[in-house]
């Protein structure tokens, strides 16, 4: 008797707690997730902020306030309303997703923010601003983390950031997930944790960042019907789980945009796409140029690193443009090796005293392709089967790009002088 009544009580206990486990399992998420900030057009006075819930929230808003030593700021911290869209792929559950840009902020200062509605609030993270003039400053470039984010990338953004706690920003170019898929971002945004909710991130599309299309053209975001990418547009997980700038070509944005960073210019072009009209764009913004420093960031490389890979069209696009203005430095994506080209000029190796470019392919990710670039005179080093994370310092008369592998080794090390 005694073992059966434990036996039942043991059982009606643990059925109530499988009931509230599978009740805990199966209710869609109220609690804001995916919190990321991401770097806007005017850096040193504004913020965006992104972020969803599985269930839809009435008056979402983002609190903020200047940062301070305990938690007075909670009684002054200021609430914007968030713009809210409701997304789901043709299987499976909606999402909502909220963003909201923090503007009249003021440069280089730390902020707290959180995120939700109510009571479904999120913890309280912080940012800081860029200052309004230049100031040296690092910031972490990811190439394609692509695949097995959950498995293989994590610890990649993890030693990344521990690498570079201060970095200003991070940097991706393209092709941070394989598929324009709900589930893959969720691997992205799982792995880079809190990462995501303090440091800023700016990214551009690579291919596999692009829509997919049905057979007959109309958009869908579901693999089993996916016939073909179409170029022209990305992922509508792209435009929901990010807030980026839009001072790009009219149509491509949240891929192409610009902004200028404490004596940095950042030009990020969406390589998939209207090549033409974004050689047009850039030009201006090269030609007056108040900021020290140009980097330009997209996926597909000028100097492939394959024998059978050539973006000719992109190259065509762009090259002349960056010989004469005299880009110091062009980040890329898309081969999965590395390669560090010696300064560039005219297709060539710069000569002593003359102005280069130094361009770079690198991948974050575990997917890993043979380095036979037809280019290896041009190349300064090469690699391959290596997962890596750049931290790249910007300083007053100098500019250095410092590799590192995915077990926080330094690998390769550059530098850039004015
Ligand atoms: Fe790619």
């Known amino acids: 008797m005694m073992r059966s009544g434990r036996f039942l009580s043991l059982f009606f206990l ?96 730390r902020y707290c923010y959180r995120v939700g509605a109510g009571l479904q609030l999120s913890e309280w993270n912080q940012f800081t601003t860029a200052e309004a003039s230049a100031k040296p400053f690092s910031f972490v470039w990811l190439g394609d983390p692509q695949d097995e984010i959950t498995e293989h990338c994590s610890r990649v953004f993890r030693e990344a950031y521990r690498t570079a ?76 789980n990010l807030t980026l700038p839009e001072n790009g070509v009219a149509g491509l944005g949240e891929t192409n945009y610009h902004l200028d960073y404490q004596g940095l210019r950042v030009i990020m072009i969406n390589s998939n796409t209207r090549l033409a009209e974004q050689a047009a764009w850039l030009e201006p913004l090269l030609a007056s140029n108040p900021a020290t420093w140009t ?28 010989d004469k203005y005299k880009v110091d430095l062009v980040l890329t994506g898309h081969d999965h090796v590395y390669m560090r080209s010696h300064p560039l000029r005219e297709g060539r190796v710069a000569a002593a005293g003359e102005k280069g470019t130094v361009y770079l392919v690198s991948a974050s990710g575990p997917k890993f392709y043979e380095c036979n670039t037809p280019y290896p005179e041009l190349m300064a080093r090469t690699a391959s089967g290596k997962q890596l994370f750049q931290v790249i310092e910007v300083g007053a008369d100098r500019l250095s790009v410092r590799t590192h592998s995915a077990d926080g080794v330094l690998f390769d090390e550059c530098v850039i002088r004015k």
């Open 165 to 240: 706690p201060k970095a200003a920003f991070w940097l991706f170019t393209g092709d941070i997930c394989g598929d324009p898929l709900d589930s893959q971002w969720a691997e992205f945004f799982g792995g880079m944790g809190f990462i995501a909710r303090m440091v800023p991130s700016i990214m551009t599309p690579g291919n596999h960042d692009t829509a997919y299309l049905l057979k007959e053209g109309k958009p869908d975001m579901y693999r089993p019907t996916y016939a073909r990418r179409d170029p022209a547009r990305v992922g509508q997980v792209w435009l929901s």
């Open 14 to 109: 643990h059925s109530a707690c499988l009931l509230a486990l599978f009740a805990e399992a199966s209710e869609p998420a109220r609690q804001p997730e995916r919190i990321i900030l991401n770097l806007t057009a005017e850096p040193a006075t504004s913020m965006a902020v992104t972020w969803c819930t599985e269930v839809e929230l009435g008056e979402p808003v983002v609190e903020w306030a200047v940062a301070a030593e305990g938690t007075e700021f909670v009684k002054l911290a200021q609430r914007l309303p968030a713009r809210m869209e409701r997304w789901a792929e043709p299987v499976g559950a909606p999402a909502y997703h909220y963003s909201a840009v923090l503007t009249g902020l003021k440069p280089g200062t």
């Open 295 to 322: 980097v330009v960031a997209f996926h597909h490389p000028l100097y492939n690193g394959g024998a059978k890979r050539d973006n000719r069209q992109t190259r065509d696009a762009f090259l002349p443009l960056f």
